[in-house]
């Protein structure tokens, strides 16, 4: 899972912060995009023998893919794409219930537990967010995009202190990924940390 991640673009999802900086400067990051990858992902997610052709319209794809998942049900590939789906399509809680499964499958998925913490968020549910991404970097403590987005969920919180920490960790393990370079912005923006903060 880990090398199909770093062929995926980041997708940003802009979030307001309180008037620390002049307007929107954190996302929560994301795997997945909007772009023909995503076509490439839905078309794999069949097995070679469904003679199921993935029509390019979202909503034929998810058709074609929710009648593919009646016959193979549980399927990651194809829950995943349908949770892409539901987010592209402006449905952050719809893509939730997708993502859990995939993790009933799979509850170690880097991809899918980073993606249900953005759906979560989202949708409005930053708890739920913030438990995902910490649950994330439980199992994968050097995921910078989940270091990332654990740090813009503080940010946005105004637990600054906790940002910075998340961010420093980041910009530690990858300072050259998209993620590690959004840090260093982050905590840019923050400034420096007020003496004798911890």
């Given at each position: 899972m880990e090398s199909r991640s770093r062929k995926l673009s980041t997708a940003i999802v802009p979030l307001g912060v309180a008037a620390v900086v002049v307007g929107s400067w954190w996302a929560i990051n994301s795997h997945h995009s909007a772009s023909t990858a995503n076509s490439a992902i839905a078309t794999s997610a069949l097995p070679a023998s469904s003679g199921v052709v993935v029509p390019q319209d979202p909503a034929h794809e998810k058709a074609a893919l929710e009648e593919q998942l009646k016959r193979n049900?549980?399927?990651?590939?194809?829950?995943?794409?349908?949770?892409?789906?539901e987010q592209q399509a402006g449905h952050p809680s719809g893509a939730v219930p997708y993502w859990r499964k995939v993790l009933?499958?799979?509850?170690?998925?880097?991809d899918a537990r980073l993606e249900l913490g953005r759906?979560?968020?989202?949708?409005?549910d930053a708890d739920g967010a913030l438990a995902e991404t910490k649950r994330l970097l439980a199992d994968h403590p050097s995921n910078v995009d989940g270091l990332y987005n654990?740090?813009?969920?503080?940010?946005?919180?105004?637990?600054?202190?906790?940002?910075?920490?998340?961010w420093k960790q980041a910009l530690a393990i990858d300072p050259k990924s998209e993620s590690g370079r959004k840090a260093q912005d982050g905590l840019a923006k923050l400034g420096p940390e007020a003496p004798g903060a911890r």
């Open positions: 049900p549980g399927h990651p590939p194809i829950l995943m794409r349908l949770a892409e789906l009933d499958k799979d509850p170690k998925n880097a759906s979560l968020y989202d949708s409005g654990l740090g813009a969920i503080y940010a946005n919180r105004n637990q600054f202190n906790l940002a910075r920490q998340a």
